[in-house]
């Protein structure tokens, strides 16, 4: 092995199993290398009886082949919830080894996902890792269908002993020729992968992996996008820089869409403004402000879904900040701050509900679509406690802004494979909320 895939870290995520097998050590005795060339001879291939690693008739077993589809399938739900994985192209009959970029822990998700279950994909992984007890065996095979590959001498010999097989009973073997997790482009490509398909007459399928170092950047978070999987014509006899420039092709070729809205609003999500915009929008919501911050949420949340959560739980504590001093601004006082859309059969439904109830009168507020505001005057109004009705705003209003900012999250997850008609869900979602208000207001006139 050589000094830059020798040099690789040990611990790994589970992403990441599949390991880059290149040739032996420099130092590998000639005796090995010998012995290599020995079993090539004795390897089957169409060249010579039509039934070896080259034959297009030949497919994994059924076993093999709905195990594979039970693994895509996971992925691709797994995937989904983060953005999703659209695929172009696709594999050859027959084995083949599948060689990629490879810049995130997310890469084999992205394969195993996105390659069919006839190929019954199988991948190689670092047996001094992967392979060290049971528990870490179960789930490398289980989830990425690896076999064990030495990392420090042999690795070239275990992965002809482990591949050959396989290639021959028609499996598609992943490969990442870098070694490594790079910057997003392909790095250097190691020969291993390339000389392994030649000795047994397989093509090789490059592989172009789009997203996945965004999706799931190296040392970063997970920042839910989708990713494409360009699979590339299948090269016969092709060298290591070869096959690295079909794939560094396969990446320049896509052209990722977008709207430059969502781009803007969600380098705001992101940042501090974004939280001061919901916090502002929640507090001011609880006094006088009509919009509900539920609306500020869903336009951040699905242009940014990595920033959901922190907006939310912004949004919810300011939300029930901004009730409390409410409360304490219109309690003993004459005060009364402009609330637009809001109507006097909402104020006399409130207030007989606190006469009733008292604080826990606002747990009728999510589900009665009278606004927080008017709750809030109200209370104050009435002489609720500051720290009850804080209480119960938390329960109740809190509760729901969570819920809901939660929900928005995972679809911003979801749709952001059509992020580019995000102006168009922004019209979508005014309607919607237009509709909605008018028919609370007509409800409450």
């Given amino acids: 092995m050589n000094k830059d895939t020798a040099a690789r ?18 130092g590998q005795k000639t005796s090995d290398i010998r012995s290599c060339d020995d079993r090539r001879t004795r390897l089957p291939t ?23 589809g039970l693994r895509r399938w996971f992925w691709r739900i797994f995937l989904f919830f983060t953005g999703g994985v659209t695929v172009e192209g696709k594999l050859p009959k027959g084995g083949c080894v599948v060689v990629a970029n490879h810049s995130s822990h997310a890469d084999t998700a992205a394969l195993l996902s996105a390659l069919d279950a006839r190929h019954a994909p199988r991948v190689a ?13 179960v789930l490398c095979s289980v989830l990425t269908a690896a076999f064990p590959v030495r990392r420090h001498g042999g690795g070239y010999t275990d992965l002809r002993t482990g591949a050959g097989p396989m290639l021959r009973a028609g499996h598609a073997v992943v490969l990442f020729p870098e070694g490594t997790r790079g910057g997003g482009r392909a790095g250097v490509f190691h020969r291993g992968p390339f000389k392994l398909a030649d ?3 397989v093509p090789v399928v490059p592989v172009a992996l789009c997203g996945a170092s965004e999706l799931l950047p190296k040392g970063g978070k997970l920042n839910p996008r989708p990713i494409r999987v360009r699979i590339g014509a299948p090269m016969r006899g092709a060298s290591a820089d070869q096959a690295r420039a079909e794939v560094l092709a396969l990446i320049d070729a896509y052209q990722e869409r977008d709207s430059r809205l969502r781009r803007r609003i969600a380098r705001i999500a992101v940042g ?62 004459s005060v009364q701050l402009p609330q637009p859309l809001t109507t006097d059969r909402m104020h006399t439904a409130v207030q007989h509900e606190l006469r009733a109830e008292g604080a826990r009168a606002v747990r009728h507020q999510p589900a009665s679509g009278i ?26 209003r809190g509760q729901r802004i969570v819920m809901l900012g939660l929900v928005l ?37």
Avoid at 125 to 137: E, G, Q, T, V
Avoid at 371 to 396: C, F, M, N, R
Wanted: one cysteine or more; a positive charge; hydrophobic letters at 50%.
């Fill in 125 to 137: 992984a670092a047996s001094d890792y992967w392979f060290k007890n049971w528990p870490r065996r």
């Fill in 409 to 445: 999250t995972l679809i911003g997850s979801v749709v952001q494979r059509w992020r580019r008609f995000y102006p168009h869900c922004l019209v979508l979602l005014a309607v919607a909320f237009t509709a909605l208000f008018a028919w609370v207001i007509s409800m409450w006139s």
């Fill in 371 to 396: 606004p927080y505001k008017v709750y809030t005057s109200e209370a104050g109004h009435a002489g609720i406690p500051v720290g009850d009705w804080a209480l119960q705003s938390a329960v109740a």
């Fill in 46 to 68: 169409s060249r010579t009886d039509g039934q070896g690693a080259g034959d297009t008739r030949i497919r994994p077993g059924l076993p093999s082949i709905l195990r594979a």
């Fill in 199 to 201: 000795s047994l007459d």
């Fill in 9 to 26: 870290p040990s611990a790994e995520n589970a992403w990441d199993a599949p390991l880059d097998v290149t040739e032996d050590r420099v």
């Fill in 272 to 333: 501090r403004w974004g939280l001061a915009l919901a916090a502002a929008w929640s507090f001011a919501e609880a006094l006088s402000w009509p919009l509900l911050p539920e609306l500020a949420l869903a336009v951040l949340c699905v242009a940014a879904p990595r920033a959901g959560l922190r907006l939310t739980v912004s949004a919810a504590l300011a939300s029930v900040v901004g009730g409390a001093v409410g409360l304490a601004l219109y309690a003993g006082t």
